[in-house]
């Protein structure tokens, strides 16, 4: 049993810790806040909607935008069907 165990826990630099607490099961939702001009938010939004569709074709996209002296602030959730569509996705991400 105790085997099993450390087979899900990295022991590199010295240090031991679970994986789970790295990468958490449940962590299907990437969340964040676009903001700046109308356009620049707009495009960014779009290439992550299409992005999160090209990991996981049925991805949730929700986005909630608000406005204040002509500066648009977007909040985006995507949901995915898993942990690993998630990290994929960020990862991507980074390179739009």
Known sequence: MADDILKDCGDECGCTME???????????????????????????????????????????????SQSDGILTKKVRIEFSCTAENIIFQLRAKSL
Request: glycine share 8%; with cysteine.
């Open 19 to 65: 994986i789970g607490t790295v990468i958490n099961d449940n962590d299907c939702v990437f969340e964040c806040e676009l903001t700046g001009d109308r356009a620049s938010v707009e495009g960014t939004f779009g290439r992550y909607a299409e992005e999160a569709k090209k990991v996981c074709e049925s991805a949730a996209v929700t986005s909630e935008d």
